[in-house]
T-cell receptor
Framework: EAGVTQSPTHLIKTRGQQVTLRCSPI?????VYWYQQALGLGLQFLLW???????NRGNFPPRFSGRQFPNYSSELNVNALELEDSALYLC???????????FGPGTRLLVL | GQQLNQSPQSMFIQEGEDVSMNCTSS?????WLWYKQDPGEGPVLLIA?????ELTSNGRLTAQFGITRKDSFLNISASIPSDVGIYFC???????????FGQGTRLTINP
């Protein structure tokens, strides 16, 4: 069974640009979660999608947004990039709402 | 953001030694999870705990869900080089609909 996949693996952007990250959950999983992991820090909860709806978000500004598609894959969009947005962005999925979460390999974003 | 208190922050041990790390919180959690993260990769689930007092093993790993629901520990017995990495605890708060992570324990093993 394939795990959670994310693309791209790495990205380099400049301040003010916009970026879109993609995630495909484990087959059969309907909930998708996004986390930010800044260098040397723990994981901070960003967004939770379930059945195509945004169900909860962490303490991040509105320029962090996303969506979930009918096939349960998800996108994370970050507008007006700032230097401190440089981080590893991790996607996780679960079979049920807030069931055990399984993580993808992440997308490493560098903002210059 | 909210985080758990995970300790120690780092450990330097000899191969073959046992390892113990723990997490504490001021909040009650419904589920405790332990993940391992290798450099540049996503966290991999090691053990999930769903009931207060539960003691669960996965090979050389043993974890317990504290009776107060506010703490958990992870033990690794007879460490081997592939145990190197960062270990994270995570508490699941269903009411707040969030998974809260500890700051991580970085494990280094001297051969």
């Amino acid at each position: 069974e394939a795990g959670v996949t994310q693309s791209p693996t790495h990205l380099i952007k400049t301040r003010g640009q916009q970026v879109t990250l993609r995630c495909s959950p484990i087959s059969g999983h309907t909930s998708v979660y996004w986390y930010q992991q800044a260098l040397g820090l723990g994981l901070q909860f960003l967004l939770w999608y379930d059945e195509g709806e945004e169900r909860n978000r962490g303490n991040f500004p509105p320029r962090f947004s996303g969506r979930q598609f009918p096939n349960y894959s998800s996108e994370l969009n970050v507008n007006a990039l700032e230097l401190e947005d440089s981080a590893l962005y991790l996607c996780a999925s679960s079979l049920i709402e807030w069931g055990t979460q399984y993580f993808g390999p992440g997308t490493r974003l560098l903002v210059l | 953001g909210q985080q758990l208190n995970q300790s120690p922050q780092s450990m330097f041990i000899q191969e073959g030694e046992d390892v113990s790390m723990n997490c504490t919180s001021s909040s009650i959690f419904n589920t405790w999870l332990w993940y391992k993260q290798d450099p540049g990769e996503g966290p991999v689930l090691l053990i999930a705990l769903y009931k207060a007092g539960e003691l669960t093993s996965n090979g050389r790993l043993t974890a317990q869900f504290g009776i107060t629901r506010k703490d958990s520990f992870l033990n690794i017995s007879a460490s081997i080089p592939s145990d190197v990495g960062i270990y994270f605890c995570a508490g699941q708060d269903l009411g707040a609909q969030k998974l809260v992570f500890g700051q991580g324990t970085r494990l280094t093993i001297n051969p």
